[in-house]
């Protein structure tokens, strides 16, 4: 069963970069369309970044010039790096197998072994 593992937050000042990273273990990744998603509090969980299995990235407009998304099969491993981060961007992220297209960022509703995320602050 594919289980994935969320790491690279932390706190950082605005203006500041950040490089998460997504590591799968129990399947490959190379396959599967992976998406970032964000939850910050009092908010819903929203999609922030996916690439499809060859390698296509797509981006929220939120994010879209600033954050990076990209994927090291050899490693079965996808980042997001996240410069010019905003207090904005504060919140937990999430790695997740997605829907993946110019107009959607959406988890497969089939997957349930959600991660622990990891927390990015972003604050001076």
């Known amino acids: 069963q594919l289980q994935l593992v969320e790491s690279g937050g932390g706190l950082v000042q605005p203006g500041g970069s950040l490089r998460l990273s997504c590591a799968a273990s129990g399947s490959t990744l190379d396959s599967l369309p992976i998406g970032w998603f964000r939850q910050a509090p009092g908010k819903e969980r929203e999609g922030v970044s996916c690439i499809t299995s060859s390698g296509n990235p797509n981006y929220a407009d939120s994010v879209k010039g600033r954050f990076t998304i990209s994927r090291d099969n050899a490693k079965n491993t996808v980042h997001l790096q996240m410069d010019s981060l905003k207090p904005e961007d504060t919140a937990v992220y999430y790695c997740?197998?997605?829907?993946?297209?110019?107009?959607?960022?959406?988890?497969?509703?089939?997957?349930?072994?959600w991660g622990q995320g990891t927390q990015v602050t972003v604050s001076s």
């Open positions: 997740a197998p997605s829907f993946c297209s110019r107009a959607t960022i959406r988890s497969w509703p089939s997957f349930g072994s």
